[in-house]
């Protein structure tokens, strides 16, 4: 497995050990703080991270014992190669890593990668790579080949184990020479200088077995059509809603990798619907939203990934244009601006087959607004919740003291 990891990401060493993808960080940057500790540069503690990263990347930072400096984004999306280049020279004599994504979190393959990671050598960094959007990688380029340092992997994502629920994930970290000897440790006779970070010496062992087999069985081209086919579907689908809805962040060539964002923001201003709107509503379509209003506040990403057919992306597709012409009902004036379809979504089966019905829509446009649902039709157990006032008014479900009094002679 792990000469599988090596090849795959043209690194040389690889650890199993982090059993998720911010463990993974977390791990990979602890092998950076010890790199420089070796080399008795413990001053080297700032990491470069861009303003579009994941939110666990600062936190993984910090735990492992750096100080983040944020680096801007172009009205592009990508990273602002200027901003980045002043403060990697403006924070040389402390310059630990820089924590990137590629693609990067806006689903673009950002041409100057290599340069960014030439700039942060240069100025005394390593490169962490983080490995979430490898699926857009495998077989086409490689965290080495771009001239990272160190990567981590999502097994669960990329590599075909099962996340449902939260859980299990694997995170495990490859790495190039300079890094090999500072990997993660454990008490078990696995001798480094790096300590460990989970209890196990090979992560959550027994779940390894499905991405060893996944990249036995598929092989050298099959991985690489894996990756081919995420990037693909990505661009069908874009093609087909940027017709509708604008899109985000393209390269130039105005394609995306394998994710690209959806803006809902406009809608607000000319319906009075909201991303949360258009996500509860794809429920009464039989689809979970995507990624909402990450990394942008009021958008959808949309992941299709490699292992969805085409009747199966069309079927979303056909459902957001649905909602599109849900949201033009509503600024033409068809359609009520409060009482409608998008505003009330998700419908139980409970308020469907109620003796009254008050809405200015038909049941028929609340529960099966596309034929296929007629055929397979999800019912959500629940209506909407407002999300805000849970927020802001806790209940607590705790039982009172009085439970655990204890009768007494």
């Known amino acids: 497995m792990n000469q599988y990891l090596c090849a795959i990401t043209g690194f040389t060493a690889c650890s199993l050990q982090p059993n998720s993808g911010a463990q993974g960080e977390y791990a990979g940057l602890l092998a950076i703080r010890a790199y420089h500790l ?3 540069e413990a001053f080297r503690n700032i990491v470069l991270i861009p303003i579009s990263a994941h939110g666990t ?35 040389k004599d402390k310059l630990g890593a820089l924590m ?67 859980g299990p994930g694997m995170g495990p970290i490859c790495v190039n020479d300079q890094l090999a000897p500072f990997l993660p440790g454990h008490l078990l006779g696995y001798e480094r200088e790096g300590l460990e970070v989970s209890a196990a010496p090979f992560g959550s ?16 081209d099959g991985i690489r059509m894996s990756t081919e086919y995420a990037i693909l579907n990505a661009n069908y689908m874009k093609a087909r809603l940027e017709q509708y809805y604008p899109i985000l962040y ?12 959806v803006d809902l923001r406009p809608f607000k201003q000319t319906a009075g619907v ?54 033009k009902a509503i600024e033409d004036g068809r359609a009520d601006k409060i009482d409608n379809p998008l505003k009330n979504a998700p419908h139980t ?10 809405h200015a829509y038909s049941r028929k446009e609340a529960a099966f607004p596309l034929y296929y649902t007629t055929q397979n039709k999800f019912w959500p157990s629940v209506a909407r919740v407002n999300n805000t006032h849970g927020d802001r008014n806790l209940i607590c479900t705790c039982e009172p003291v009085s439970a655990y009094e204890t009768e007494t002679a």
């Open 100 to 166: 990137v994504t590629y693609p990067s979190t806006h689903g673009v393959f950002e041409e100057t990668i290599k340069d960014i990671c030439a700039t942060i050598h240069l100025n005394g960094g390593m490169v962490y790579m983080d490995g979430a959007n490898m699926n857009a990688q495998v077989g086409l380029t490689s965290p080495g080949m771009i001239g990272a340092d160190v990567c981590h992997l999502n097994l669960h994502k990329t590599f075909a184990i099962p996340h449902g629920g939260g």
């Open 38 to 40: 070796h080399r008795n």
């Open 57 to 91: 990347n600062p936190a993984s930072a910090v735990m492992a014992g750096f100080k983040v400096v944020v680096v801007k984004c172009d009205e592009a999306g990508n990273i602002d190669v200027s901003d980045l280049t002043a403060k990697a020279e403006l924070h």
């Open 205 to 220: 062992a027994s779940i390894l077995l499905i991405s060893y087999a996944y990249i036995k069985m598929l092989g050298v």
């Open 274 to 327: 909201e991303a949360e709107d258009i996500a509860k509503r794809l429920i009464d379509y039989g689809f979970h939203a995507p990624t909402m209003s990450f990394p942008v506040a009021g958008t959808i990403m949309i992941e299709p990934t490699e292992s969805e057919d085409k009747a199966e992306l069309d079927r979303f597709c056909d459902a957001m244009i649905g909602i599109y012409e849900e949201i």
């Open 349 to 358: 089966q409970a308020v469907i087959c109620a003796e009254e019905w008050n």
């Open 250 to 261: 393209t390269g130039k060539n105005g394609t995306c990798a394998h994710e690209f964002i």
